[in-house]
């Protein structure tokens, strides 16, 4: 006996050989493969040209020709879903034969090494893809050069989203040969495709619908989707489309950035999507060498997956199922599980016999293997009561404060306007996660075991309509030892530990990761630029006065200098106790060369409090500054109207939301007033027990003082309103 | 020499084949014969390394066979129902072969097309069944392997071309020592042509003799024995496998060689005595009703 070998075939046939004649009898695929191409890269190209002439002016043209073409061509390439049809066309039509016995008859008895039959029908897929798409892309440049609308920025944007939909479609053509090998027929090859594509993301969807329904402290994190071994996942979330990033980077030729920043979004998932790539191409290798020729024809060609497959399909079809509607009609209610249970039993016991019926083809067989119905229903259920009734503690489980590395904590009371570093609007708790690394592990633990409980007992009581809590509503993430990044909602009750808190909100982490002003590098940049226009406006909650500063005073950085200095006194106590006397609101606004726009543009409020010295001063020197006593005189007002927003329950327990209006014009109630009143926005509830916006005061200004006339209005503490005026409020009639 | 030992594949709960052991000597023509289902088709799959056996070796000269590229160029197949390109012609599938097998005779090809009269550049979609029985024996044997595995080989051809691809298989085997291989579930089609014959029922080989030491080795008597003897005492001593008896005639099938079966009965006189030869048929309805099996329901209805 001696061993295989398969060299002297190599000798007879070169590689080019193999390919050419494997081609010939997969002609339409490569027809398709190039019209497709030749229609997207140089019909669309042409297309776009044609459709943009003429210009009126020669930059602006060139500006936004590049701009369409980077968009059309480039890393934002809009249609990859065709590249997706053409890999899983690809991928079980190379292998096709295996599903015909008279086929399999013919190619498996030839003098053809398995290994090499694979490889040459696997490249032959990917030069069918490659070898259209380089060459429409090779003469779409051509034009885009003949034309003069390219340089070496988009070139790079093309090449580098050439490469992306290349690994999309390696990612789709692996998987779709994986599905042609594990099924017998080009149907069931199909559904395969579109079964292991889907699977992940369903399963993610599914664990995330299950959570956020049944999980009362979780919160969706956008960590909880960074990872996902989808090749379509990879491809398409991290894309930022329409960012006037391109726009600027590509115009003004500049390769180097454009390809940094396009490596910083998508470089982490397009590494992950090569491993997958390498690990499915292995995997489909393994199940061609594997699968036995006799299985053409039937439905899955390893018997051993069926019972697997029905398992995995049963329970996630079931519970999807089962959420969905449940979903779909509403349901809230304690009628709401038992309508699910049933629908899940339903769903479980269709889909296992449907799936007997796709298996044996066989519309009788549908019974087969029932004892895998309780299995599938039952494993489903025990999933849905895991989550329905929160079986492992999930709402309760609070780290140990020795497995916390850090800690970040956002409170929803506080309204802070944060930007990332290219000043794109970000969400509190995403600059916190990005900025706040709280060191106090045994303070973080303690706040999110009462945070936690509390949020839970809030949740608990609450009923449809009635949403009140009983304390101030937020955010902990934990950030464990073990790399684990874990948010959870919390509730702090208006009782805490002032001390405790302060170990938080009183540190420069906290700070850091709350606060614009400590992350201000890009508006520094922004103000220090030929562009920048800064303006300041500072506000009492009656009187504004702005300033908008001129191309070298650096407005906006002295402020923060001064500002910062007074957030050294920042904690909870201030908050809690302190009364703002103002808000300072920033705008910087890029005034762009881009003849479209697209400029940046933020603003960011700073309230201030009578103890912040330092940016009252800094206020008064630019001649901003006003009276912490208030400015608006009594004699200027023709009358204050004192506005109280209340929820009234009906008898059926709806509750409605409703006002009563009282009017002073007597100049004595109307100094109280102006005392008192706040701006709006600024008097959150840091008192706690009341909410600051259920009172509010507009004064109607007969001689309006400089630059300001109508109306003025601000909130104001039910504990500063006169006895008088909470009784004339609640003998006023409530309107709706 | 092919080999197979104790080979058996499984498909499901069916028995395709069960503990086959035979052996196909090189230049002889091996005849395969079974009913539909008996596994003669699966039995070349695995011996053509198309399918995996369970259990059991294939060997092909002391080579195993599954995903050997060195073995694999000793043999052609041609399965019952060939597979031909989609709008493929009998020159498309020329030039085909012709990348895969080295040795695959181009002229000869285009001589016996011509031959057989058919149009090589006529789409075979459009051929007769037995066309493309004509044609895809005309690319093994031009494929110029040491092998040619033939199921169900004359199924579709009419006895003229049958008479014809028989004379190609003898000049062939002559010129350049070709081994066929070749089944049928009808005996008659098969021997003629056969120097070994192997008979295949549910997964099982019931007989694998060579053609020649069967007929050698079985005799079939006619006699009337003279007034007094006893035929019983007449056959004593002798390995009978029939006997029938009409009127005074005696049909006597038994085992043995020409001359010991004269010599045998030499001793007992008779009034009429003939040694015959018997048919193939007939030595295989004698043999396998031996062990129980009513073999003209099997390969001869």
Redesign the interface.
């Known amino acids: 006996m001696t061993s295989k070998n398969s060299s002297s075939t190599e000798k007879t046939m070169t590689f080019i050989q193999k390919q050419k004649s494997i081609s010939r009898r997969r002609l339409v695929l490569w027809v398709l493969s190039c019209l497709y191409f030749f229609t997207a890269h140089i019909l669309g190209t042409l297309m776009i040209l044609v459709a943009n002439r003429p210009g009126t002016n020669p930059e602006r043209m060139r500006k936004s020709m590049l701009d369409a073409f980077s968009t059309y061509l480039g890393t934002r390439y809009p249609i990859w879903f065709f590249v997706i049809i053409i890999a899983a066309v690809l991928g079980i039509q190379g292998f096709a034969y295996l599903y015909d016995q008279r086929k399999v008859d013919f190619y498996e008895n030839q003098p053809i090494a398995r290994k090499d039959r694979f490889f040459t029908i696997y490249i032959n897929g990917i030069l069918i893809y490659v070898l259209p798409c380089l060459v429409s892309l090779a003469l779409a440049i051509i034009i885009l050069m003949v034309n003069g609308f390219f340089n070496m920025a988009l070139l790079a944007d093309i090449l580098y989203g050439a490469i992306r939909v290349f690994i999309l479609f390696l990612g789709i053509y692996h998987v779709s040969m994986i599905a042609s090998f594990l099924t017998g027929n080009v149907v069931m090859a199909g559904m395969m495709t579109a079964f292991l594509l889907l699977v992940e993301p369903v399963t993610r969807l599914l664990l995330e619908a299950l959570r956020s329904t049944f999980f009362k402290t979780y919160f969706a994190d956008t960590f909880a989707f960074d990872i996902m071994l989808n090749p379509v996942y990879n491809y398409i979330i991290p894309g930022q489309w329409g960012s006037s990033f391109f726009s600027r980077v590509i115009y003004e030729n500049r390769p180097g950035e454009l390809l940094a920043h396009v490596a910083s979004m998508r470089m982490g998932r397009d590494i992950v999507a090569l491993v997958v790539i390498a690990a499915t191409l292995f995997i489909a290798y393994l199940l061609y060498q594997k699968r036995r020729n006799e299985m053409s024809s039937v439905a899955i060609a390893f018997e051993g997956i069926k019972p697997v497959l029905k398992l995995v399909v049963g329970v996630l079809g079931a519970l999807c199922c089962g959420m969905i509607i449940r979903s779909l009609f509403g349901f809230t209610g304690g009628g709401a599980t038992w309508f699910t249970v049933l629908i899940i039993i339903l769903a479980g016991i269709v889909i296992c016999c449907f799936a007997e019926v796709i298996y044996d083809m066989n519309i009788h067989a549908m019974f087969r293997h029932a004892w895998h119905i309780p299995v599938v229903v039952g494993l489903s259920l025990f999933l849905f009561f895991v989550f329905r009734l929160d079986l492992f503690g999930y709402d309760r489980k609070v780290p140990d404060a020795s497995d916390i590395q850090s800690g970040a904590l956002v409170l929803h009371n506080i309204n802070n306007n944060v930007y990332d570093e290219n000043l794109d609007y970000i969400e509190p708790i995403d600059f916190a996660q990005k900025y706040m690394f709280l060191e106090d592990a045994e303070a973080i633990a303690e706040i999110g075991a009462i945070g936690q409980e509390q949020y839970v007992n809030t949740m608990n009581g609450q009923t449809e309509g009635n949403y009140r809590s009983n304390g101030w509503q937020g955010l902990l993430t934990y950030r464990l030892k073990g790399g684990w990044v874990i948010t959870r909602r919390i509730e702090i009750p208006y009782d805490v530990d002032e001390a405790l808190l302060n170990r938080l909100m009183g540190t420069e982490e906290y700070k850091e990761g709350t606060m614009m002003v400590y992350q201000d590098e890009a508006i520094r940049a922004l103000e220090g630029s030929e562009t920048g226009i800064v303006k300041l406006v500072y506000t009492d909650g009656i009187l504004e006065r702005g300033i908008q500063a001129g191309r070298t005073e650096e407005l906006y950085s002295r402020f923060a200098e001064c500002y910062r200095k007074d957030l050294e006194q920042f904690d909870f106590s201030l908050l809690r106790k302190g009364s703002p006397v103002g808000v300072a609101r920033i705008d910087v606004t890029e005034m762009s060369t881009d003849p479209y726009g697209g400029g940046q543009y933020v603003w960011l409020q700073f309230p201030v409090y009578r103890e912040y010295t330092h940016t009252l001063n800094f206020l008064k020197t630019i001649g901003v500054e006003l009276p912490t006593d208030n400015a608006l005189r009594a004699e200027e007002v023709m009358d204050a109207r004192v506005e109280w927003h209340e929820e009234i329950a009906d008898e059926d327990g709806n509750v409605n939301y409703a006002y009563r209006v009282v009017s002073y014009s007597d100049k004595e109630m109307i100094e109280q007033f102006l005392e008192k009143v706040r701006p709006h926005d600024l008097l959150d509830a840091w008192s706690g027990e009341e909410s600051a916006d259920e009172y509010s005061v507009s004064f109607t200004i007969n001689t309006a003082p400089e630059g300001y006339s109508g109306e003025r209005s601000g909130s104001i503490r039910r504990e500063d309103l006169p006895a008088g005026v909470l009784k004339d409020l609640e003998n006023a009639v409530p309107m709706q | 020499m092919i080999e197979t030992i104790g080979l058996s594949k499984r ?1 499901g709960d069916v028995r395709a084949v069960e503990n086959v052991s035979l052996q196909i000597r090189e230049q002889e023509v091996f005849g395969l014969v079974g009913t539909n289902g008996a596994g003669k088709s699966t039995l070349l ?1 695995i011996i ?5 056996q369970d259990a059991g070796t294939v ?1 092909v000269d ?3 066979v599954f ?4 073995t ?2 000793k ?3 041609i ?1 019952d ?3 031909f ?2 709008n493929g012609t009998a020159e498309d599938m020329k030039k ?1 072969y012709a ?4 040795g695959f005779d181009t002229a000869r090809f285009e001589r016996l097309l011509k031959d057989f009269g058919l149009d090589g550049r006529r789409k075979i979609a459009g051929y007769s069944k037995g066309m493309k029985k004509q044609l895809s024996i005309l690319l093994g044997l031009c494929a110029g392997t040491k092998y040619l595995i033939c199921d169900e080989t004359f199924d579709g051809l009419d006895p003229v071309m049958r008479q014809g691809i028989k004379s190609l298989f003898a000049k062939d085997m002559e010129d350049r020592g070709l081994t066929p291989v070749l089944t049928s579930h009808n005996l008659r089609e098969l021997e003629d042509i056969c120097d070994h014959m192997g008979l295949l029922h549910q997964g099982g080989i019931l007989l694998s003799e060579d053609i020649s030491s069967m007929k050698l080795s079985i005799q079939k008597v006619q006699c009337v024995f003279a007034a007094g003897i006893e035929a019983d005492s007449a056959m004593k001593d002798l390995d009978v496998l029939s006997h029938n008896v009409r009127g005074r005639l005696h049909t006597i099938t038994a085992r043995g060689t020409r001359e010991e079966i004269t010599a045998h009965f030499g001793s007992y006189p008779t009034i009429f005595f003939e040694i015959l030869s018997p048919s193939l048929e007939e030595i295989f309805i004698t043999e396998t009703e031996v062990v129980g099996y009513d073999i003209k329901k099997l390969i001869l209805d």
Do not use: A, Q
């Open positions: 498909f799959r053509t390394g198309i399918l995996k060997l002391s080579e195993v995903d050997n590229v060195e694999k160029k043999f052609f197949f399965p129902d060939p597979y390109f989609v085909y990348e895969i097998y080295p």
